[in-house]
């Protein structure tokens, strides 16, 4: 038995995610869904959006007895091709951050060579789980469709354009570095955007990666209250793939704000 969790949500406060998602809805959500370890995770593209996260801080630490444990972490993405993040030790310590998730957001390409797509993928999923900083690589291969269809770029359809080698050798570095590898319900396993069949091979993929021995984090993504059950999908798979609770990725830290104060 894998324990329920999702360690990657949005809030309203960076307005990236609807206003659905207040941490108090979040947390009545969570305990309906049966979400026994909650990470909050907005993003943080620039350290001037610092202060919108201690909003979020304030109102983790206004909560009482949550029924679940609470961590509160921070999604970090890459200031530009082969950049870094717009993160630090400072940044850390100063917010408290317990801890990070991190990856691409975008192709960094300028004409279409689904080759040289996937490699600036992998290229930047070694380097998050490098990143020392970065507790969790997420949502491997997700592609915002809008940035295809602007370029008329014919879209993703499926991750076994993906190498097995890259799928092996991410296992292995994030098993090297301890880094974990999410397994995503809103990006990549519940995205209208894919075809029919998407997931099965997504499946298959993730069970290369999990044939390293690495370990797993499961995350929602969620930028809307209903889309937090995506976290149970994520769950199915992991359970699909054959992990156990053991390789599943929870904070070494105690909660921020644990189940019962
Ligand atoms: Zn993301
Ligand atoms: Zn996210």
Redesign the pocket.
Known sequence: MITPRDF?T?TVYLK?ANDTMTIPAMVAKAQELGIRQLGI?D?LNTLEKLPLHEQIKADLLALENPGLDIWFGV?LNFLGCDGDFAYNEQARDKMGYQFA?GGIHGTYCDTYDLKNIIDVQHRHHLATCRNPLVNVV??PYWFGKGEFDRQDWPWFDSVRHVPEAYALELGQVAKETGTAVEINGS?NLENESNPVGYVDEYVDYLAAVASTGCTFSL?S?A?DINRMRTALTALDVAERIGLTDDRVWTPKMPPLVPAKS
């Open positions: 990657h949005h990236c995770t993003h999604e998730v997420v949502h990006a995350g993504d930028h």
